[in-house]
């Protein structure tokens, strides 16, 4: 099980390969809809400290430093790889305001109430204890100090034409993340994972991609080049374990690209949650 | 098969009481954010003739007529019944702008172009012919004037904890819809019905009602009152088709009852769409 998110480590490659949405930055630039989506409510006064928890290869760091370019990152990842790919991204977009760790989400080299807000996205659906993540999380924040979480949700996954096949193809991914130790539908949970963890005045809004033949930017860059190319990576890893019939999971991959053409429709939703840290906690 | 939205007619009792989300007006009252949601942005000017195709027992007429004081509604059901308790409800409100007919939505009694706008809620869902219901409407609609459809979509349902029994349950409801002639999905089909149709412009966004138990207002008026009791209210008409066990059915309701508590979360999403007849359709 991955005690981090974990670009490089306990995950098979062809598992990991295609799986990390972060890793589709390019693609996502493509379809700045849906940057938007997650990040245009997130930004950082001046001064303030950031500690972004598991930034693997800085696809989110570069947006959240750009938007708050007077707030200071630390941005940490458990693999060096990742953090090196991070670095240079932020060096290639100029950006002064962060700075790397490599450190274990459940073992972070920092004092307590060091921060005044922590940044968590796709990074709790790779954990076995993520209440546990997010209570350490806490420990690091000062009173008063909001973490904020983003997390997609495989399950909010509908389209037309409707496909059983396709249906099965994504629970392949939602069965091999749970034996990973993860939860692919965690973006439901998002509201009770902060409760639980005891943060305060807990407030999440869902960020649903709906995407339709007018919009062509999230067809390719979302449907096709992001969530459909993700199952299609998963494939041998599927079969392998002998989840599926090649045949079977080869048409949902087909039925998930059918939903690209001009009637076709695709939905998927990210949630996003802000917790505050409270005064006497 | 039902050729219209039919309060009284062709579906049982059974199947029709507590099926339509319009009758929980009441309900929705309580979640005027749920009315917001839908209908905030539907507005029309003032001295514009509008249609309102398949009004039911006048949820939205009263709704629309509110927002949009200067326009003139002529409200369109098939049931009689269903018209005399929406006059009421319009009487009731203290409207005056709206007039009431009653009619088959296949053989509306109205010259072509006759409209400026047009507005259907919950009632493709219940058609065989969508496409077609939407065809007639648009004839009566003059050049450049607009149509708007909202459905909801039942596969757009999620939750924590998440219970196969509950989606099973769900489940039951869209079979049955489905062998009334209907769809229970249609939501998605939103946008490449209106493009089928012949629509231009169609512009479709989804309305994503999220509930957390920071909600208290949609927990009980949506999640409980409204779509839990929905599915409680097939229960009968489920069993005597044999579309599942009486238990598992049960598990099903109990388990949806369950994501009201403190850390249950509820999804469901409607979809709303706008189109405009092009000037030389």
């Known amino acids: ?11 098979s490659e062809t598992y990991v390969h295609g799986y990390h949405l972060r890793e589709n930055e390019r ?7 849906l940057v938007d989506l997650l990040h245009a409510d997130t930004t950082y006064p001046d001064g303030s400290r950031v500690l972004e928890a598991g930034c693997g290869v800085g696809a989110q760091t570069v947006t959240l ?14 693999s060096a790889d990742s953090i090196a790919e991070a670095r240079r991204r932020v060096d290639r977009a100029g950006l002064t305001n962060v ?6 989400i459940f073992a972070l080299p920092f004092n307590p109430e060091s921060f005044d807000h922590v940044f968590v996205c796709f990074v709790l659906e790779h954990l076995s204890r993520p209440v546990e993540a ?15 979480v983003i997390e997609g949700d495989h399950g909010s996954t509908y389209f037309y034409p409707d496909s059983p096949a396709a249906h099965a193809a ?3 991914q939602v069965t091999m993340q ?13 509201y009770p994972l902060l409760v639980e963890a005891g943060f305060e005045a807990v407030s999440v809004s869902p960020r649903m ?5 007018s919009r062509p930017a999230l067809v390719d860059g979302f449907t096709r080049k992001t969530f459909t190319a993700m199952i299609e990576g998963i494939r041998e890893s599927a079969l392998a374990a002998g989840l599926i019939e090649p045949a079977r999971f080869d048409a949902g991959v087909r039925d998930l690209y059918r939903t690209t053409e001009a009637d076709g429709v695709f939905c998927y939703t990210f949630f996003k949650g802000v917790g505050k840290k409270g005064r006497g906690a």
């Open 65 to 78: 430093a750009q938007r708050s370019p007077g707030a200071r990152f630390t941005s940490v990842d458990i």
């Open 170 to 172: 994504i629970q392949c």
């Open 99 to 104: 700075e790397f760790r490599q450190a274990d």
């Open 27 to 33: 693609l996502q630039d493509q379809a700045g809809a």
């Open 178 to 190: 749970r034996e990973a130790g993860g939860n692919a539908l965690i973006g439901r949970q998002v």
């Open 1 to 11: 099980m991955p005690s981090a998110p974990n670009e490089s480590g306990t995950m």
């Open 209 to 213: 991609v709906y995407v339709d033949a």
């Open 134 to 148: 997010l209570a350490i999380l806490k420990r690091l924040l000062r009173p008063g100090g909001t973490i904020t």
